[in-house]
């Protein structure tokens, strides 16, 4: 069973318009949140994190809300840029998992449309 | 330039054929780790290591190994492929063993068949 899902594969946008991809998690014992970026051929870079005692993170024109009680994270761009498109992953992390060990998603295909 | 290179980059082998693909990274980083990415799953641990002669196994190891006899190489072993694991992996290192909050440098990826 997943702990973490990204119900939604692929997600198009209006290049300028927001873009909004969500993250849903099942372990409440989650206390960390990750956004990794990945282009074809590369591997993963980090994108932006939250803690658990926070419910919003910001840097430019990503920003990751939290919302503990729905156990659901999301990851909003503006405005989205074609460099955007890419698959995005969501990754969790617990503080008392002593293998610090990141449980990741499936992945959302963003689409920036000119 | 910091990264985390890996080595083939594609690799067709039949089933039973042993091989390895190499992980190296310069940028002195005590943790580093194996993933395996397959469609609809994320990526998943194969196993990662806490420091030199350290390793421990993650999610998925069954049919792996891996040795950390330095700190900046940390190759991945399939002693006999088999078509179950044909996927994407990758490597990836992370400055600090205390905890996985800290980003994590991923290397290119290696696509595997397995036939």
């Known amino acids: 069973d997943q702990q973490v899902k990204q119900n939604s594969p692929s997600l198009s946008v209006q290049e300028g318009r927001i873009s909004i991809l969500n993250c849903d998690y099942t372990?409440?014992?989650?206390?960390?949140f990750l956004w990794y970026k990945k282009y074809p051929a590369e591997g993963p870079t980090f994108l932006i994190s939250?803690?658990?005692i926070k419910d919003k993170n910001e840097d430019g024109r990503f920003t990751v809300f939290l919302n503990k009680s729905a156990k659901h994270l999301s990851l909003h761009i503006v405005p989205s840029q074609p460099g955007d498109s890419a698959v995005y992953f969501c990754?969790?992390?617990?503080?008392?998992?002593?293998?610090?060990?990141?449980?990741w998603g499936a992945g959302t295909k963003l689409i920036i449309k000119p | 330039e910091a990264q985390v290179t890996q080595n083939p980059r594609y690799l067709i082998t039949v089933t039973g054929k042993k091989l390895t693909v190499t992980c190296s990274q310069n940028?002195?980083?005590?943790?580093m780790s194996w993933y395996r990415q397959d469609p609809g799953l994320g990526l998943r641990q194969i196993y990662y290591?806490?420091?030199?002669?350290?390793?421990d196994k993650g999610d998925v190891p069954e049919g792996y190994k891996v040795s950390r006899k330095e700190k900046r190489n940390f190759p991945l072993i399939l002693e006999s492929p088999s078509p179950n694991q044909t996927s994407l992996y990758f490597c990836?290192?992370?400055?600090?063993?205390?905890?996985?909050?800290?980003?994590?440098?991923f290397g290119p990826g290696t696509r595997l068949t397995v036939l």
């Open positions: 990836a290192s992370s400055p600090s063993t205390g905890t996985s909050y800290n980003e994590q440098f």
């Open positions: 940028m002195n980083h005590e943790y």
């Open positions: 290591s806490m420091n030199v002669e350290v390793t």
């Open positions: 372990n409440s014992m989650f206390d960390y």
């Open positions: 939250i803690s658990s």
């Open positions: 990754a969790a992390s617990a503080s008392s998992d002593s293998n610090y060990q990141l449980i």
